[in-house]
């Protein structure tokens, strides 16, 4: 390790990795990551930041099962709107660089996401933590083998098609995210916020009256109407890409049609409006917000257009430049699910005559199969958790459905400018803060079923989490700042 930090003359990217709070099982992983930075900022010859693009349509043929609600008793008919693999690829002076992948997919697993980035570390040279997958939530995705497991028994058949999807899918995202490393070109790039409100926290207001509460300044509960804004602009001054976020569920649409749900319609709406941009987005910690209204396309358009009203508006108001370096650091935390189900409850579940009788019998047969390959161990779960820095910005990346009160702390606890997204690496489960995991009702304990996960977590979570997401930011402005 110490003859791969002195060939890192300028700025040695990754040093943070070295932190004492690592522990021994990552360091075979940093030795490599510390090599990898190193052969990449040497490689680097270009005074400027640099950018580059790529995507592919991952829009499945009619005929899968799709994922998001568990209601859903066939499979899809057709396509409503295409979904995509977009990605953003950006180096730093130094050439230190990393790309982030956004999809228009319910979830993504571990699996998916560890694989892709194993091609392109070994094919770029780039650490792990470099590489970011962050998926739009909608609910008109297909279900994805190795996925949301509690939703209900697919027949082998539709097994057999997501299976075969799982792997195109992988395919179109190491090519997206290598079209985006091999345009990189010289590039300005920006951020900025604005603001969208057609969010609101889905716990703690009827969905019926919200837009109404809206209207009044009545909506209840937390809620962050933020709308953060990255622009790439080329020399010419050219809008080359953006990456729009925002904290709020894609549930407008409940078809048995692909679409992109508000997420694809903002970012067709803004590559429209900016011809030759690739608009990408990436979903912040909303796993309690909803839109409002819902349940037709015109709804999801109007909400999409609102995002993109919102984004015209930051790219107009004032940007900030990103200057300084690029760092990043990822490391897996160690959860715990409270209980496992005895065997006389993943019976009951299994042969009771309940609503929703598929979701328990499609949750007890995925939790009896865990069972029988892990044992008591299914109790712990890798958390992963991510943090980049860009010049004068943070990004953080938190896996599973993240409730909004991460978002909210996390900005009080940092100061400067700081992006969380949820939904990245792995969708596992709802995380809920320690306030809705003692509330419980679905975002704190039910959603584990159609999730297919033993339990809800125990207590202690929200502590853990944010106590290693600002460890990890802390090191990633250090590292950048060097
Ligand atoms: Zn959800």
């Not at 099962?65 to 953003?88: C, I, N, S």
């Not at 803004?270 to 990436?282: C, I, N, S």
């Not at 044992?375 to 712990?380: K, V």
Request: proline share 7%; charged share 20%.
């Amino acid at each position: 390790m110490s003859k791969t930090r002195s060939t890192v003359p300028a700025r040695p990217v990754f040093a943070g990795v070295l932190s004492p709070f690592l522990p021994a099982v990552f360091i075979g992983c940093i030795a490599l990551a510390l090599q990898l930075a190193a052969g990449s900022a040497l490689a680097a010859d270009s005074a400027s930041w640099r950018a580059g693009t790529g995507r592919a349509s991952i829009t499945p043929p009619a005929g899968l099962w799709m994922t998001g609600y568990a209601v859903r008793d066939r499979p899809a008919d057709g396509t409503a709107q295409e979904l995509w693999v977009k990605a953003l690829a950006v180096s730093d002076p130094a050439g230190n660089r990393g790309v982030i992948l956004t999809l228009d997919l319910c979830d993504v697993t571990r699996e998916v996401s560890d694989r892709v980035a194993a091609s392109l570390m070994t094919r770029f040279a780039i650490p792990r933590s470099a590489i970011i997958t962050n998926v739009s939530h909608t609910h008109c995705a297909p279900w994805m083998e190795g996925g949301i497991a509690g939703l209900r028994i697919f027949p082998p058949e539709g097994v057999a098609k997501a299976v075969e999807f799982r792997h195109q899918l992988e395919t179109k995202m190491v090519q997206a995210a290598a079209d985006a490393f091999e345009s990189l070109a010289p590039a300005t790039i920006s951020w900025g916020e604005d603001a969208a409100t057609f969010g609101f926290n889905r716990r703690e207001n009827p969905e019926a009256q919200a837009p109404a509460l809206r209207a009044a300044g009545k909506l209840k509960g937390p809620f962050d109407p933020r709308v953060p804004v990255l622009a790439v602009h080329g020399p010419d001054g050219a809008l080359r890409g953006l990456l729009v976020s925002y904290a709020c569920h894609n549930t407008t649409l409940s078809l048995y049609q692909w679409h992109g749900d508000y997420a694809g319609c903002a970012q067709a709406e803004l590559e429209k409006r900016h011809p030759g941009a690739t608009v990408l987005f990436a979903i912040g910690c909303g796993a309690d917000i909803n839109p409002a209204p819902r349940r037709e396309i015109a709804h999801a358009e109007q909400h999409g257009r609102d995002l993109a009203d919102a984004t015209d508006r930051a790219l107009r108001g004032t940007m900030k430049k990103v200057d300084g370096g690029f760092a990043s650091a990822f490391e897996d935390l160690t959860l715990t699910f409270a209980r496992i189900p005895t065997a006389a409850q993943l019976r009951e579940a299994m042969e009771k005559n309940q609503p929703n009788k598929e979701m328990h019998q499609a949750w007890s047969a995925a939790i009896t199969r865990q069972l029988k390959e892990k044992g008591d161990a299914i109790r712990f779960y890798q958390y992963p958790i991510q943090a980049w820095r860009l010049g004068n910005l943070s990004w953080v990346a938190l896996g599973g459905e993240v409730v909004i009160d991460y978002a909210l702390r996390l900005g009080r606890e940092m100061p400067g400018p700081l992006w969380v997204f949820g939904y990245s690496t792995d969708v596992m489960a709802y995380i809920p803060s320690e306030r809705v995991l003692k509330e419980g009702r679905y975002e704190g304990e039910t959603s584990m079923i159609p999730h297919g996960r033993p339990g809800p977590w125990t207590p202690g979570l929200e502590d853990k989490i944010v106590g290693k997401t600002v460890e990890l930011v802390a090191r990633t402005k250090q590292a950048a700042a060097r």
